[in-house]
Structures are given as C-alpha cells and as structure tokens.
C-alpha cells in the first residue's frame, strides 16, 4: 500500500511541474514584453522594472522558468494589474467561498446520485429507476447557466423562498450547490446503478442473501462498499468538473469565489491573476485526484493487501 | 425517447440551415419592441433589444453547433493523429506524448479553454481553436488505449509479416478498427463543445456581441428575469433539448457498438 501511495506522490510531481510549465509558457506566448503583459500597462515604470528583473527577462529561458519557480514557490504570484495587490492576497481572498462552493456541490451530488443509483439498481425496471435515469440524464445535459437561472426564477422570483445572491447563510449556499450539484448528481447516479447492478448479480452477494441476510444489510454492507470503488474514481474526476463549474455558477449567482476572479481578469487582461488563479485551481485538481488515488488504496482490499 | 432525440436533432440542423428563410433579421435593434411577450408575430417573443427571439435562436443554432462541430473536427483529427503515433510506436514517443497529455488534462476543460481565450482572445474562429485544442488530449488518451488494444492483433500482425509500411499500417487496418469508439466520444464531445461555447459565452468572454448564439442570448436576458423570462426560457429549452439529443445519441452508438454498457 505504501509503495502505491509513494508511487502516486512522484507520478503528481511531474504534473504540478508541467501546471507551472504551461502556465509560464502561455504569457510568453502573448505578443509584447513579458513583464509588461504581467504588470498590465497601467503599472509605474519602476514596478515593471522590478518585475523585468525578478523575472529574469535578460537570462536563458530555463533561468526564467527556474526563477518563477522560485517565485511560486515562495507564495510570490505577482500583483494584479487591475488592483495592484498581490495576486496570492486577492486568491486567499476568494479561495475560501470557491473550496465551500465545490464542497457543497460535491456533496448535493454524492447525496442525490449515489442513493438513486443505488434504489435504481435494487429496484431495476421500476418506474423509480426509470424516473431517476431520466432525471440523470437531464442533469448530465442541462446546462450549468441556464439551471441556475431557472432556480433563481422559481425560488426568488416566483416562490421568494429563498435568495438569489448573497454569502454568509446556509440558505445562500442552497440554489448554488444544487446548480453545481446537478450533473454530477446525474453522472454519479448512472454510474452508481451500472456499478450496483454488476455486483447485485455476483456470487458472494447470493451467498449473503443464502445466509437468510436481510435486503438492506446485503446492499449497504455487502454490495455498497465494492460498488462504491468505481463510483469514487468519478467522484474524484467530478470534482474537477465542479471546479469548472463553480466559474459559471458563481457568475450566475454572483458568488465572490476564483471563478468569478478568473473572468474579470480575463475581460481585464489581467495576466498575473490569471495565471496564479489557474495555476491553484489546477494544483487543487491534481491533489484531489491524488487524495482520491490514496483512498483507493483504503477501500479497495486488492491494492491496499496487493 | 432515442427517436425524439434524433427528431430534435435534425429539426436544429434543417432549421439553422434555412435561418435566412426567417422574415426576421437576427441583429437588427428595434427598441419599441423590446422585451415584447409571445405573440402571433413573435412567437417566442422578443429579446431585450427588440430582436425577435426565435430568429436569434434559429442563427444562434448556426454559431454554437458551428463552433462546437469545428472544435470537435480539429480535436478528432488531432487526437488521432497523435493517439495512434503514440500508440503505435510506442517507447519514448509514447511516455513524452502520456505525460504531456496527463499535465494538460490536470486542467478542468472549462478552465483549459479560459486560459486559450485568454491568450488568443475571444471571436467564433478563437473560440473554436480554444475549444477544440483544450479537447484534443482527450481524444488523444481515448485512441491511443484503442490502438494498444489492436496492434496486437493478428491481422495487424499479418499486414506487419507482409512487409507493409508503419505507415500503411497504422492508417488502413489500425484507424477503421478505432473509428467506432471515436464516433461515440465525438458525439458526447458536441454536446460537451456546445455546452462550453455556450458557457464561455455566457460569461461574456465567447462569442461577442451582437452575433447570436445560445449563451449570449441567455445572458442577454438574465437580467430581466422577473419581467420577460422567455428570454431565459426560449433559448433553454432549446440548449437543454439539443444536448439530451446529443447525449441520447451518443448512448444509442456506444451500446450499437458494445452492448455491455447499456444501462
């Protein structure tokens, strides 16, 4: 188990190296003086300066890449052009609400997906299965923009029952996870139920149910956690998809996370903040998948006594 | 429901196809009109600028499929020219395409595509290379799992014993026997394509006004929620009902193709 888990940790290295290699490749990319682009063309004469120097514009660009390194290293992510702050204080900021956001979408659509897959798979060919899949499968297509404003139209503006914007309350957290929730929910479902289904059918889960076992202890304590193995693969992988989502959700719900972050910089060209946002959005994902792979190998007797 | 996917399916596509037999013009202003209900005249009513709606859906069908089947013909046709040399030949080749690909799918696709717009800016041509280029280790990965799957193969072993070229190989008894699976993930893809063209525009930073496309029109009317959600629902409805379709469609190949996936 510990040879898989240190096996995983080198396999993340080259990923978070690669992150920071794409992202310092793409400003050099952009037509002009890197240290301009950076520093947006607002910025003194003297901050460009400055950064024209840290950044190492004058040496070899494996130097540049190694100081930016460096610079990352040490939580150094620049200053947004737009607000002159540094971009690691504008990224603490937001950060938070973002992490909440998925967070909480990620647990409407465990809730929601996985019980329905599991009752779908228990109950094959009942009009709950078939309602349910084709629940999913609308929460698979539906777009993340427009579920949101339908939310928004049914539960503040017809039913007022609940706000539309705002942070800070549960209830404010309500209609933006279960928009981001959505198609998770809908994934998660489909593939809990063909997971359930494969196992229902195996040898050791009759045997259970030879032994005089009652329905429900042989799907929650016998089938569920061998199920569970495929579905938390898709749990992990989702949850980059959350975060992808959480950029639109919050836009609609006019949540201050870093997807709202990572827009306006875009519309403002600013490229410092765009490039510490994406490189911590991107880091999140390669360690959530990461601490998926490592709970794997808790779950799953095969690799953890392998 | 697969038929009524198909249905809405090739309705979209006739209809974006004779947008211009349509009595109205998809960006023309016409502020009396602005924000009108459904009526005999508008039968989907109008936008916040007085544009008649279903006119602005018809040719915003156009864009985001436009886009979103360019984006999909530059990653099929780029992930596969990459799958199968990575597949096929296999050794250093194969591990330095892998990694590059495992590092780019470390971005989420939405964030991938918001750093190609950033950097190439945004425009329906722009946002169909950043679509399609955030799409293309995707397909790389799906073809070159395919490919490793048949190179072992007898006939391919027996094309090899006849003295053909890698070349010759790879393209005509490699590539057909991949094309299935890269059918069903191209479908899955549109729908996945539309959705972000759609998203991106949204957002604001897709396609840029007055053009008509999906998301736009939605944004345009997100801020009249409460006194003209057609304009929130119309252009939906449609959205929602194109990607069913596509997911429908993408569903009936995978299980023509392998009916021990059907759910």
Known sequence: MLTHVLKRLALTGPVLLGITLILFVAIRLLPGDPAVVMAGDLAPGEYVERLRHSMGLDKPVYVQYLLYLGRVVRGDLGRSSKSFRPVAAEIRDRYPYTLQLAVAGMAVAAVLGISAGVVSAVHRGSLFDHGSMVMALFGVSVPVFWLGLVLILLFVVHWQVLPAGGVGRPSHLVLPALTLGASAAGILARMTRASMLDVLGSDYVRTARAKGLRELAVVLRHALPTAFIPVLTVLGLQFGSLLGGAVITESVFGWPGMGRLIVDSIAARDYALIQGALLVFATSFALVNLAVDVLYTVVDPRIRLG | ?263
């Open chain 2, 1 to 263: 429901m697969r038929a009524l996917g198909t249905a809405i399916l090739v309705l979209v596509v006739v209809a974006a196809l004779g947008a211009r037999a349509l009595p109205f013009d998809p960006i023309q202003l016409d502020l009396s009109q602005a924000l009108d209900p459904p009526t005999w005249s508008h039968p989907l009513g109008t936008d916040e600028l007085g544009r008649d709606l279903l006119t602005r859906i018809v040719y915003g069908a156009r864009t985001s499929l436009g886009i979103a089947l360019g984006a999909v013909c530059l990653a099929a046709v780029a992930g596969a020219g990459f799958g199968v040399l990575s597949g096929y030949v296999g050794g250093r080749v194969d591990a330095a395409v892998m990694q590059a690909v495992n590092v780019v799918l470390s971005f989420p696709a939405v964030l991938m595509a918001l750093l190609l717009v950033a950097l190439v800016g945004q425009g329906v041509t722009n946002l169909m290379l950043a679509i399609g280029l955030q799409a293309i280790p995707g397909y790389i990965r799906l073809v070159r799992g395919l490919v490793l799957s048949v190179r072992g193969h007898e006939y391919v072993e027996a094309a090899r014993a006849v003295g053909c070229r890698p070349a010759r190989i790879a393209t005509l008894h490699i590539v057909p026997n991949v094309l299935g699976p890269m059918a069903v993930q191209s479908t899955f893809l549109v729908a996945a394509a539309v959705q972000l063209t759609s998203g991106l525009s949204f957002l604001g930073i897709g396609v840029p006004p007055p053009t008509p496309e999906w998301g736009a029109i939605l944004a345009g009317g997100r801020n009249y929620l409460n006194i003209a959600p057609h304009i929130t629902l119309a252009p939906g409805v449609v959205l929602l009902a194109v990607l069913l379709a596509l997911n429908l469609l993408g569903d009936t190949l995978r299980d023509a193709l392998d009916p021990r996936t059907r759910v």
